[in-house]
């Protein structure tokens, strides 16, 4: 490998206006530090953001973007105070790539909350560099947003807990939610929704998919082991199971009506969204306060907690369930993407893939 001061370049795929349409792009990496690992890009997974990301859809947009943030890799060459990885780990790096370490969120270890994070892609890092994503050659990380992928795990597999697992997981563990026995609903069933069937399940949950059509009863009972299949149109299913669940991950990227679902809810239930929505939500206050019922929000996980969450999924055997794609088939992913026509995640073979034209 070249000399720790020397910038690389590398090839990614990026969009390079809101269409969205990506397109080989060829960039520098910033120089690797003490606390960087240097790490080949193998596997990254698909993410609905990454949609909003490239279509500015959220109206933050930079371009030219590679876009990425479920990145499995290997390590090809570490900084002289990185202590924790090795050259030859598999590793992942998820949607985070810094924090300011010093507010009260980073020495809480919950450092997703940091008002000065820096995304994996999209941002710009502290040298001044434009952050890039998963969808290259290769990316040099800070070690503390790094994590080992566990001995065992199929990387290709891994990839969708860096960013959909945890962000089932962290919302469970942190409202107290991981004993068994609890009666969840996962709302929505794509890339995030059917982790946290998989979670939840694992965890010893009674688990009931709320969907808004009928089309993946099959897959969730069958496929995924949901105990339930809630149809959210359905009145008379809806009524009769009112008051019946602990818990609810809203999983859906889109607006939707909220009142059906706090009705779900038991006595001091929770509705925990995940979705980024960027259009106002509306509720009428008597579904919240005549149950003792929150509404709350989660945003992926801390880095401790992908740790736990990955050591938990090898532990139980969880999986993502995914299609591997070829780089050149990324833009047609994200057209089926955008008609939630994916079961349930596309991941990117990398490694696998002609990146250049």
Known sequence: MGSLDTERATMGWAAKDPSGILSPYTYTLRNTGAEDVYIKVLYCGICHTDIHQIKNDLGMSNYPMVPGHEVVGEVKEVGSEVSNFKVGDKVGVGVLVGCCRNCRPCEADVEQYCNKKIWSYNDVYTDGKPTQGGFAESMVVDQKFVVKIPDGMALEQAAPLLCAGVTVFSPLSHFGLKQSGLRGGILGLGGVGHMGVLIAKAMGHHVTVISSSDKKRVEAMEHLGADQYLVSSDATRM???????????????????????????????????????????????????????????????????????????????????????????????????????????????????????
Not at 246 to 251: L, S, V
Not at 295 to 311: D, R, Y
């Open 239 to 357: 009524q009769e199971a009112a008051d019946s669940l602990d818990y609810i991950i809203d999983t859906v990227p889109a607006n939707h009506p909220l009142e059906p679902y706090l009705s779900l809810l038991k006595l001091d239930g929770k509705l925990i969204l995940t979705g980024v929505i960027n259009t106002p939500m509306q509720f009428l206050t008597p579904m919240v306060m005549l149950g003792r019922k929150a509404i709350t929000g989660s945003f992926i996980g801390s880095m401790k907690e992908t740790k736990e969450m990955l050591e938990f999924c090898r532990e139980k055997g969880v999986t993502s369930m995914i299609e591997v794609i070829k780089m050149d088939y990324v833009n047609k992913a994200f057209e089926r993407l955008e008609k939630n026509d994916v079961r349930y995640r596309f991941v990117v073979d990398v490694a696998g893939s002609k990146l250049d034209p």
